[in-house]
T-cell receptor
Framework: DAGVIQSPRHEVTEMGQEVTLRCKPI?????LFWYRQTMMRGLELLIY????????DSGMPEDRFSAKMPNASFSTLKIQPSEPRDSAVYFC????????????FGEGSRLTVL | GQQVMQIPQYQHVQEGEDFTTYCNSS?????IQWYKQRPGGHPVFLIQ?????EVKKQKRLTFQFGEAKKNSSLHITATQTTDVGTYFC?????????????FGAGTQVVVTP
């Protein structure tokens, strides 16, 4: 299996622009997570889905952030409008609950908002 | 809400030495996981502990879950340069939904040859 695939790997944009990050989880995994990593705040859970349904979005910073999972093999995290404080590495991870509960992380999308 | 704290935040180790990193939760955990993130990389799962007082070993790494299931430790013996990276613990509170895994701030490990 190719693992969790994220795109783009790097994104540089200007404040006010819309940013869309994409994730393809491991086939067969029923949980999908979006995390954000910064030096100041570490790894923060933004939102997670179970069987394509959002379960907990309490970590989503504000209304500028939205996440969707239209099907089992695709999810997006959108920021509109983007701000410099959104600069971070955004990780997508997937998991299969009945197993060890291990999260498989993608390689991340590094976002820089100027 | 639940908070997972890790100490130390930074560990400078001479190659061949041992070190320990600690993880403490403000609430009881149903389980705890450990991950390693190499510089520029992504977190990679190391292990999960579920039982009170559980101890698991992976070669030079020893993981322990406290009796009260509120703390955990990772001990590395005879550190090697390949151990460089940041080690995270991540826990699920007993009242949290399965997917709500909270990560500690991590211990960044630097190894000097």
């Amino acid at each position: 299996d190719a693992g969790v695939i994220q795109s783009p790997r790097h994104e540089v944009t200007e404040m006010g622009q819309e940013v869309t990050l994409r994730c393809k989880p491991i086939s067969g995994h029923d949980y999908l997570f979006w995390y954000r990593q910064t030096m100041m705040r570490g790894l923060e859970l933004l939102i997670y889905f179970n069987n394509n349904v959002p379960i907990d979005d309490s970590g989503m910073p504000e209304d500028r952030f939205s996440a969707k999972m239209p099907n089992a093999s695709f999810s997006t995290l959108k920021i509109q409008p983007s701000e410099p404080r959104d600069s971070a590495v955004y990780f997508c991870a997937s998991s299969l609950q009945p197993n060890t509960g291990e999260l498989f992380f993608g390689e991340g999308s590094r976002l820089t908002v100027l | 809400g639940q908070q997972v704290m890790q100490i130390p935040q930074y560990q400078h180790v001479q190659e061949g030495e041992d070190f320990t990193t600690y993880c403490n939760s403000s609430t009881t955990l149903s389980n705890i996981q450990w991950y390693k993130q190499r510089p520029g990389g992504h977190p990679v799962f190391l292990i999960q502990l579920v039982k009170s007082g559980e101890v698991k070993k992976q070669k030079r790494l020893t993981f322990q879950f406290g009796e009260a299931k509120k703390n955990s430790s990772l001990h590395i013996t005879a550190t090697q340069t390949t151990d460089v990276g940041t080690y995270f613990c991540a826990g699920r509170g007993t009242t949290d939904s399965w997917g709500k895994l909270q990560f500690g701030a991590g211990t960044q490990v630097v190894v000097t040859p």
